[in-house]
């Protein structure tokens, strides 16, 4: 469609808006498990249990939740913008095996495994030149 073809040129808007809605809502989500404290952090950081990792749940769980919280303002603004991202990929990964663990399935694990996908796809797109990390 000829009304569609020069959005094109809008590129980096379109990254702009996708790193602004995508963060909000990391932030949104991750915040409360920040804000849960040790006990939160505790059952949270359990969840590495998955790939055998059974100490420090407490570490585990503060990162997951910093992760989210923090890695959603780093993407808002494009700063450490691709080693964020590795951070979110990893923190869906296991909360995709977590879902498929606990018996939840695709159904119960496909917004962590399309969030796993976005941001994965994010850390070959980049930032943008709406970034503090452009280029």
């Given amino acids: 469609m000829a009304i569609l073809d020069n959005l094109g040129k809008y590129r980096n808007t379109g ?6 809605g995508i963060g909000v809502m990391f932030i949104i989500h991750g915040f409360p498990k ?3 404290g040790p006990d939160g952090w505790t059952g949270l950081g359990g969840s590495m249990k998955v790939i055998g990792i059974n100490f420090l749940p407490i570490f585990w769980g503060f990162m997951a939740a910093a992760t989210e919280t923090f890695g959603g303002f780093l ?6 913008y691709r080693p964020a991202c590795i951070l979110l990929v990893f923190t869906m990964i296991i909360a995709a095996l977590v879902h498929f663990g606990k018996g939840d399935g695709l159904g119960g694990a496909s917004h962590a495994i399309e969030m796993g996908i976005v ?3 994010l850390i070959f797109i980049g930032p943008g030149k ?3 990390d452009k280029k």
């Fill in 75 to 80: 993407l808002i603004v494009g700063l450490f």
């Fill in 34 to 36: 920040l804000a849960g």
């Fill in 130 to 132: 709406y970034s503090v």
């Fill in 119 to 121: 941001f994965f796809s």
């Fill in 15 to 20: 990254i702009l808006l996708l790193r602004l």
